[in-house]
């Protein structure tokens, strides 16, 4: 299968070894994996600051760069959830649109989804607290909302955390309460999001959490910024960093 | 007819409203294996209780179990088995009523709630006394408020209500008070 | 002053924003667990979202019907295109009644429009009977919050209101001999009241009825005592039928505080023998609201504040924050429609976390018409200059691949080389409360053409 590597802007330039570790992950599974180079950001963050014109333009380079492939795969919750769930407030429906829109995944779900768990064993020493990226949640429906009443979701995440031998999943009080970086929110309202984010810090940290991991790359980078500044012992793994380190072949 | 009211109307008429349709599954209301059981456990939540009884001749016997009750000065009730010791000419009147004793015409389970329409005098001695006690036929119990209103016809009389517990409030720093304005008990009494 | 301004003051005194915060996430807790009573919550919910939806679609007819039913009643019917309008109806009523003692339930329609400054303005004397909101017109300030209106207030706080103005033994701060003192004095006022003010929670078509939900009782001693009734509904209140309040009745409640239903459930046909009902139907900027596709389901709402108690952000910034008659991630929605300029900020307090959304019992979309109200304001021109050029700069960096690399490796490298004095300087608000990631000297792109390169 050929699959594209879509790499969020930020991601590129903040956080590389998440792209290295998600393209070393799916070729690890056997994927043929290509980079479009000529991407650059899907428009998430004009289109949720009022920008629709500006990510209108984006988002018709997206689909321009990305047609070609069989599927799509990106370590992003928010950017895939632009991609799929609000394109379509941009674009007229289109055949190419909603090809789109068919084809991308976030990574944990395409993993857990693509491939035999038994290929992604692996082993973690440690507690693991889960960040859900609340777009990740709520606009992808990975993971369980506690404002719903659904029976069984969809939570690659946290299967595929469960398949590493020695990894204990240790859940704080506040299940899936946001981290308060909302993007430009987090520099529009400091005092709020500040707050915000400490609150996760303290529940992860009670929960006894020695990493916490998350299906987005923001999330963690705001949470890292607050636990150094306050000198937290938390360390933030973006969930490809983790799973590509635990399932590492050890020879 | 007002100038407004044409407007308003004008307005909406003039608005197209885009029609939502929520791709809903199939559901069907809750019932009980123990709707009594369910109720009982409502009303205690909610700070009231309940007590059962073969027969209306028992109803006196069964309130006089009670210290509210049996404390109370100033009864009135327009049931035929209850002895009222005050009466009240206007609204206003009923402002000393220790205990009223209404009748309810149907009870709830999944809210703890009895429906009881009063009449324009019963109506204030319902929100004024300091206690109130409800009486209702144990057969006229549904599960849920689906059913309720499949059987009620609220426009009958200009007033009636749905009570589930005693008067509360928790606007203080969310601690939850009995007795914020009406009532500071409530006894639902299931006979039959 | 915008929102981050005053959120700021608010969440900087920790301490109270996370009791606060507690407080509130307290009820979302309770409500958690009576939506996991009812296994059919989700469906109950899609029914509720239709029933509205389908009301709101022809509520001129059903505004019709329900007036003819209501006069049919016995009740007298009175519209009001705005505030003013309503004021004056109301006001007019208790006049040529030579009415001065009103008492009045909870209704945020009546403090969207300033009833209360203008009856008392006009010599009637206006008691607001429900605890929180009598608590807060002690203090003569707005609600902080749908539900609780006196949410954002210690007990001690309390207390020094109840000794200033009811005369209560200073220092006294607990809850239940505050909320008795509180009930001694609300009594002589419902004695005396010549007429009693409620809203509506919900209206019915088919029989031209309200209900009002309360649990104090507040709103039944404040219509059974006096002899007149006026009740005060905005024109998004109705429903069709009386089975449809089994739906609503079952979501408002529970989604509210937790409860299966409140204390009190009271219906209305018509007036009491010898009394008046009077129903005054008010527009007041919904009909714009409705006419606009993107917001038009905000008028689903029926006000039961969960998507407050929700918000991470209202939970710390409080309700006063928004400076709106309702707050939270509805008011944010509606309070814009009604001035975009004043309250341009709120659509931005938000991080689009969802949750508001998926705890709404009429599931409104909230945190999709939030970001819709961003685009709208951008459109308009009512967001900072700066930000626009910001959002169309980088856009037009991103349209070109070279010059985004270009500008990565110029932004990296000075974020490595640069002293920490300068990097975080004012103009870096990421920094006021957190570190700037490490920057790293090869991105993502450059790593991969290196590699692929020496491979090939
Ligand atoms: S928008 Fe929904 S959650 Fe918020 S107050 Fe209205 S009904 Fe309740």
Known sequence: MRVALFVPCYVDQLRPSVAHATLALLERCGFDVDFPEAQTCCGQAHLNSGGARDARVLATRFLEIFAPYEKIVCPSASCVATVTQHYGDLLPVSPELLAIRAKTRELSAFLATEVPSTALRGRWQGKIGIQPSCHGLRELRQGRSTERRDGHPFDPLRNLLENLEGAEI?????????????????????????????????????????????????????????????????????????????????S | MSASRESILRRLRETRVPRHHPAAAAWSPLRYADPLGEFEQRLEVAGGSCVEIAGRDELAAALGALAPFRDAEKIASPLPEILSTWDAADPRGWAELDFAVLEGQLAVAESGAVWVAPSDSERSACFLAEHLALVVRRDSLVHNLHEAYAVLDPSRSAFGCFIAGPSKTADIEQALVIGAHGPRSLVVVFWG | MTHPERANAFANNEDRARWHDQALWFVRDRRDRAMQGLPEWEGLRAEAARIKGETLSRL??????????????????????????????????????????????????????????????????????????????????PPSHIVFPAIHLRKEE???????????????????????????????????????????????????????????????????????????????????KTADLAVFLRLLARSATGQAITAYTSHFHGPREGGELHIVIVDNGRSETLANPSFARALSCIRCGACMNTCPVFRRSGGHSYEATIPGPIGSILEPVRDAARHASLPFACTLCGSCTDVCPVAIPLHHQLKAWRGELTERALTGKWKRFCLALSRAIFERPGLYSAAGRLVRWLGRRLPRRWLYGKANTWGIARELPEFPSESFRERYRRERARER
């Not at chain 3, 003819?68 to 009175?78: E, P, R, Y």
């Not at chain 3, 006022?189 to 649990?215: D, H, S, W």
């Open chain 1, 170 to 250: 240790v859940d704080p009080v506040r299940t899936d309460e946001c981290c308060g970086f909302g993007g430009a929110f987090c520099v529009e309202e400091p005092g709020v999001s500040r707050l915000m984010g400490l609150d996760r810090l303290r529940d992860h940290e009670r929960a006894g959490a020695s990493v916490v991991t998350s299906s987005d790359v923001s999330c963690l980078l705001h949470l890292e910024g607050l636990a150094r500044r306050e000198r937290v012992p938390l360390e933030f793994r973006h969930v490809a960093e983790l799973l590509e380190c635990a399932t590492r072949d050890p």
């Open chain 3, 60 to 141: 001129a007819d059903q505004l019709e019907s329900f007036e003819d039913n209501a006069i049919a009643s016995g009740a007298k019917v009175h519209w009001a295109g705005d505030a003013r309008e309503f004021n004056d109806i109301v006001l007019d009523l208790l006049r040529t009644r030579r009415v001065t003692r009103v008492v009045k339930s909870k209704s945020m329609l009546t403090e969207e429009c300033q009833l209360n400054p203008w009856l008392e303005a006009h010599g009637v004397e206006v008691v607001d009977t429900d605890l929180g909101e009598r608590i807060v017109q002690l203090r003569r300030e």
């Open chain 3, 158 to 240: 309390i207390g020094e209101t109840f000794h200033a103005h009811l005369g209560s033994p200073k220092g006294l701060a607990d809850p239940t001999r505050l909320t008795e003192i509180a009930r001694g004095d609300l009594r002589s006022k419902f004695l005396g009241a010549q007429a009693g003010i409620t809203g509506v929670n919900f209206a019915i078509a088919e029989t031209g009825g309200i209900v009002v939900c309360t649990n104090e009782g507040n709103a039944d001693l404040g219509t059974a005592l006096p002899p007149i009734h006026i009740a005060c509904m905005g024109i998004e209140k109705l429903v069709p």
